[in-house]
């Protein structure tokens, strides 16, 4: 069913923070489509190989590009949907801007976080896990790489982005405690909004 006003949920926040699982999770019990940037990197990766994190930064910005070709191709089409990444305020927040003025869709986004030493400790965790791609995190047991992301947690990169529409913030540093239920009810009800 097309929608009159599609809704494009924006899963937002910084790594660690869970948005893969909740946005996998929003768009499955919305029965809604899912566009993940970390899908898109991991079908480059395996593609084009992977190796160092230069390479691994490169695949990210190319991810990033094709990933928002998909969502404009769903809006293009009336479709609303589910994108997730950590997504940089100053580059996406305009990208999301130009989206919305040009296919007059609703925006809600979903921002994600948590303690910043659970965010650090979990970004550490995964590395080495075997649970991720590697083409992720080449490197990572370098301290130079946890400290960047300290430096863009402290810096703001990873904060809300400043775009129109409602804004849930969940705290997913102990993820049972996290009211799922009450973000899905929220997507649910301005999907159904959206729909003639």
């Known amino acids: 069913m097309y929608a009159s006003t599609p809704l494009l949920v924006i899963v937002n926040g910084p790594p660690g923070a869970g948005k893969t699982t909740i946005g996998k999770r929003i768009a499955s ?74 296919y007059a ?38 301290g130079a790489v946890v400290d960047e992301l300290r430096m863009r947690l402290e810096d703001g990169t990873y904060s809300p982005l400043d775009i129109e529409g409602k804004l849930i913030t969940v705290d997913t540093t102990d993820f049972a405690t996290v009211d799922y239920r009450g973000v899905l009810k929220s997507v649910l009800d301005m999907l159904a909004v959206s729909r003639p």
């Not at 898109?40 to 590009?65: H, M, N, P, Q």
């Not at 910043?116 to 995964?126: A, I, K, Y």
């Not at 896990?129 to 080449?138: F, L, Q, V």
């Open 29 to 102: 019990d919305a029965a809604l489509p899912f566009v993940g940037k970390d899908d898109v990197k991991e079908s480059l990766f395996d593609t084009l190989g992977w190796k160092d994190r230069d390479w691994s930064r490169k695949v990210g910005y190319a991810s990033i590009v094709v990933m928002f070709k998909f969502v404009e191709a769903l809006l293009s089409a009336g479709k609303s949907l589910v994108v997730e990444s950590a997504f940089h305020t100053k580059f996406d927040t305009p990208r999301f801007g130009e989206l919305q003025s040009r």
């Open 105 to 142: 869709c609703t925006l809600l986004q979903v921002y994600c976080n948590a303690n910043e030493t659970v965010l650090l400790d979990r970004f550490e965790n995964r590395g080495g896990s075997g649970e991720r791609h590697p083409g992720h995190d080449p490197g990572h047991g370098d």
